[in-house]
Every structure is written in C-alpha cells, then in structure tokens.
C-alpha cells in the first residue's frame, strides 16, 4: 500500500509488489488525485526508491533518479532511525487499516482501488479532524492545492533497465527483441534502457546506437554496425545471400536454395557462405 499525506488530506494507493515501477505509478496516480505534484516528496528508505541511504548523499536507484528528475521532484528521504520525520504518515497507513480495510472484502484489486479513492475523499477527507478540527479536504482546497505544481499532460513511460552482451552476430537482445550494435563491440557487456519507444545502449555511460522499441521477437539492425562483409549473415538476410550464390551460376543457385529450404533457414546460412567462398577460390564452374 502507498500512502500519500497532505495537510492530512490522504491519498491510498493499493499495489501487490514494491518496485520502482509500482512506487512511480503511486505517484502518478496521487498526481492525478490531488490535481497537481508535490514541491517536496519525502519518502522513506526504500530500496525502489533509495539503493543506499544516507543522510546527506543518498545514492538513489536509477529508475527512481530518471523519474524524479522528469518530473522535476525535489526528493528528500526521511532520516534512518528518525521517527519524527514520517509520523503523520504512519498514522494514515494505521487509520486506513482500520477504517478503510476492516471488515471489508473486494473483488479485485481494481475494485478496490476505486473504493479507496471514494474513501479518501469522503469519508477521510471530509470527516472532522481530531487534532486540526477541520475538514481535511476542505483545508486542502483552501490552502494547499493552490501551491502545488501542475499535474503532468503525460503519461510516464517507466524505463526498464538491462545489462547485456553483445553477441557475434553484434546483436544485444533487450525485453524479448534484437537490437544491433557497432561490431567492435562484440563480446563485450553494455547497459540497454527500453521505454516503450525507443531503445538507448549504452558502453562505458555513453549512448552507441538508438533504435526504435521492437514487440516481441522483433529484430532492429542498422547496417553501420557490422563489419564489411558479414552484414547479410548478421542481418540474416536469407534472401540476399540466396541471390549473391545464384550469381555465381544456376547449379550453385539451386544447391544454395535447396541448403536454405528449412523451417529455421539462418541456421544453414553458414553453409551457403562456403559455397560461395568455394565459387570464390576456385570458379564458378568446377564447383
């Protein structure tokens, strides 16, 4: 559960995992609930959001770092062992137990959700406050929700993050697709950043190639990447080597064809290749 706390007025956000994907789309959501962003969040030490704590340099995960400075957050963690600077949100997460969840029962979590929200703005938002005596969502709407920063126009893609390595054919796969790279990377390890639209590697902290996102099983290659000479094969462009063995003569053309006549025609690919190396050596006609 992700709760949210402003000038008592709080926000419930429900999800099974604690990553940083989940903890970022609690944020949007609170975004969206309250009609505009936070000029400070503090959060607590958690790992999807803090890799190390620390008081004065905390190293923040990379996922969490890349969103807040999208959305232009000021991020200040609340302090190990410092009970005083998260308080008043431990008394929310404890009042939406007992108020919200006892005795309850949902059909999904979807359908909780929409509860919750229902929840905290009327029963939560408008119940009269034991400390302030006031309406929460009342003083809220007076006070607060005027200094907020505006809401964002767009949806956040949330990044995924992967370390790969580039294989012989200088292709690195990311999120079940292909993606090629410069040759002299091969067998070498690069960080790869998919977003839903674009694909960014990167070697040694610097951007090599940019392609767009692919579905499932797609293959992405720019020619620049490969060594002269092996682009077909790396490309595996089954089609093109076919012509360039028929443009040696008619026989080498059939036996290539015939070579290639399988279900899974890049795996014979290499063979095709010494025939055409064969042609290469010694003539189209002895061989």
């Avoid at 499932?216 to 093109?240: E, H, I, L």
Wanted: with cysteine; proline share 7%.
């Amino acid at each position: 559960m992700f709760t949210a706390v402003l000038s008592r007025y709080c926000f419930v956000y429900l999800t099974f995992s604690q990553t940083t994907a989940a903890v970022i789309a609690g944020c949007e959501a609170a975004w969206a609930f309250y009609g505009g962003m936070f000029t400070v969040l503090v959060p607590d030490n958690l790992k999807p959001v803090v890799d190390k704590a620390d008081r004065l340099e905390p190293r923040w995960n990379r996922e969490w770092l890349e969103y807040a400075q999208a959305r232009g957050l000021v991020v200040d963690p609340a302090r190990v062992r410092s009970p005083q600077d998260k308080g008043r949100v431990e008394n929310g997460v404890k009042f939406a137990q007992r108020s919200f969840f006892a005795g309850e029962q949902f059909e999904s979590i979807g359908h909780a959700q929409r509860l919750a929200e229902d929840w905290c703005r009327n029963r939560a938002g408008m119940r009269v406050h034991g400390t302030t005596r006031q309406r929460p969502a009342e003083v809220f709407a007076q006070l607060e929700a005027p200094a907020l920063l505006p809401a964002p126009e767009q949806p956040y893609r949330v990044p995924a993050w992967s370390e790969a390595k580039v294989q012989r054919d200088f292709h690195v796969r990311a999120q079940n697709a292909f993606y090629s790279v410069p040759y002299r990377l091969a067998g070498q390890q690069v960080t790869v950043r998919a977003d839903g639209t674009l694909v960014k590697i990167y070697h040694r902290g610097q951007v090599v190639r940019t392609h767009p996102q692919q579905p499932p099983g797609g293959r992405a290659s720019d020619a620049a990447d490969f060594q002269p000479g092996t682009d077909v094969y790396a490309r595996r462009d089954v089609d093109k080597l076919a012509r360039m063995a028929a443009a040696r003569g008619e026989a080498i053309g059939v036996y290539a064809a015939r070579i290639l006549d399988t279900p899974l025609p890049w795996t014979r690919m290499r063979a095709v290749y010494a025939l055409i190396g064969l042609a290469r050596t010694y003539g189209s006609d002895p061989v």
